[in-house]
């Protein structure tokens, strides 16, 4: 680290849209007067423990090196303060934690967990549309609409040099015409919505992708749902983002539970961001 601060801002390198992302929330802190800088979560200089605290924010590349960035999350928890705290961090990046949620009585998205390359070979879909991306993921990588053989077996030549678990879920054809829904929370409560679409012909809401954002009104039972995720979880968090999609009867169900790098769309409610830096400068002021 160059220079010692209150708070490290965890990133990744070379990310121009991180670092706008990111700007806000940089600007927040300076206003309540607390240093930040932002580090990529890789940099070997980095001297995490000499910072008051770890806000993981843009570490947009963090599912190209999964097992690296676990590892780095525990060496940071050994070190300072991390939000959200590293065991939500890690779970809710396995996508697996969705199989978790419906357990819990939180209505979620059909999942089911594939062990490998070779346990997909021999899979047999219960849909007849369905999605198959890497159980550690991040902006749609390596994750397609899988509707036929044909289809399978293009991802699996595409995909042969991948060696990490997988999970297979049921395509939900609303996201091609209501996308998804994404509720903001800071220190638990409700801060804000977004309703990320795709661009035509696409199913990927990400901005990658083309894909857009826009403030929203969430339902009643948008809220429901989103409220119960939260509750379930078993530790207070200093953000999180629940992404919600649409079954057939217009149902809403979770699609990810973001605990760890989510966009935060501040550009849309940058008060969010004012939120979280005093949200993290009373967690600085306490005793841990």
Same mark, same amino acid.
């Given at each position: 680290?160059?220079?010692?601060?209150?708070?490290?801002?965890?990133?990744?390198?070379?990310?121009?849209?991180?670092?706008?992302?990111?700007?806000?929330?940089?600007?927040? #802190?300076?206003?309540?007067?607390?240093? $930040?800088?932002?580090?990529?979560?890789?940099?070997?200089?980095?001297?995490? %423990?000499?910072?008051?605290?770890?806000?993981?924010?843009?570490?947009?590349?963090?599912?190209?090196? *999964?097992?690296?960035?676990?590892?780095?999350?525990?060496?940071?928890?050994?070190?300072?303060?991390?939000?959200?705290?590293?065991?939500?961090?890690?779970?809710?990046?396995?996508?697996?934690?969705?199989?978790?949620?419906?357990?819990?009585?939180?209505? %979620?998205?059909?999942?089911? %967990?594939?062990?490998?390359?070779?346990? /997909?070979?021999? #899979?047999?879909?219960?849909?007849?549309?369905?999605?198959?991306?890497?159980? #550690?993921?991040?902006?749609?990588?390596?994750?397609?609409?899988?509707?036929?053989?044909?289809?399978?077996?293009?991802?699996?030549?595409?995909?042969?040099?991948?060696?990490?678990?997988?999970?297979?879920?049921?395509?939900?054809?609303?996201?091609?015409?209501?996308?998804?829904?994404?509720?903001?929370?800071?220190?638990?409560?409700?801060?804000?919505?977004?309703?990320?679409?795709?661009?035509?012909?696409?199913?990927?809401?990400?901005?990658?992708?083309?894909?857009?954002?826009?403030?929203?009104? *969430?339902?009643?039972?948008?809220?429901?749902?989103?409220?119960?995720?939260?509750? $379930? /979880?078993?530790?207070?968090?200093?953000?999180?983002?629940?992404?919600?999609?649409?079954?057939?009867?217009?149902? *809403?169900?979770?699609?990810?539970?973001?605990?760890?790098? *989510?966009?935060?769309? #501040?550009?849309?409610?940058?008060?969010?961001?004012?939120?979280?830096?005093?949200?993290?400068?009373?967690? /600085?002021?306490?005793?841990?």
């Amino acid at each position: 680290m160059s220079r010692k601060a209150q708070i490290a801002i965890a990133t990744c390198r070379g990310n121009e849209p991180a670092r706008l992302a990111d700007a806000p929330l940089v600007e927040a #802190f300076r206003a309540i007067g607390i240093d $930040s800088v932002r580090l990529a979560w890789d940099d070997e200089d980095a001297d995490w %423990s000499s910072c008051g605290g770890i806000l993981i924010r843009s570490t947009w590349d963090w599912h190209l090196d *999964p097992d690296r960035f676990l590892a780095w999350l525990d060496a940071c928890a050994k070190a300072t303060r991390v939000w959200n705290p590293v065991e939500l961090v890690a779970w809710c990046l396995d996508k697996r934690s969705l199989i978790d949620l419906e357990s819990r009585g939180v209505r %979620s998205v059909p999942t089911i %967990s594939i062990g490998c390359l070779d346990s /997909l070979r021999g #899979f047999s879909s219960p849909w007849t549309e369905w999605v198959i991306k890497p159980a #550690f993921g991040a902006t749609a990588y390596r994750t397609s609409v899988i509707r036929s053989s044909e289809d399978l077996d293009t991802w699996l030549r595409e995909n042969r040099v991948f060696s990490g678990p997988l999970v297979a879920q049921q395509f939900q054809s609303s996201v091609l015409e209501r996308g998804e829904l994404s509720l903001i929370y800071i220190d638990g409560d409700f801060s804000h919505a977004v309703r990320k679409s795709a661009k035509p012909g696409d199913f990927r809401v990400q901005a990658e992708f083309g894909g857009g954002a826009e403030l929203a009104t *969430p339902s009643s039972e948008d809220f429901e749902i989103a409220d119960r995720c939260l509750h $379930s /979880l078993a530790r207070p968090t200093a953000f999180a983002r629940i992404d919600l999609v649409y079954d057939e009867a217009g149902q *809403p169900m979770v699609i990810e539970c973001e605990l760890a790098e *989510p966009e935060l769309f #501040f550009g849309q409610c940058p008060e969010a961001a004012a939120k979280l830096a005093e949200t993290v400068a009373r967690a /600085l002021s306490c005793p841990n």
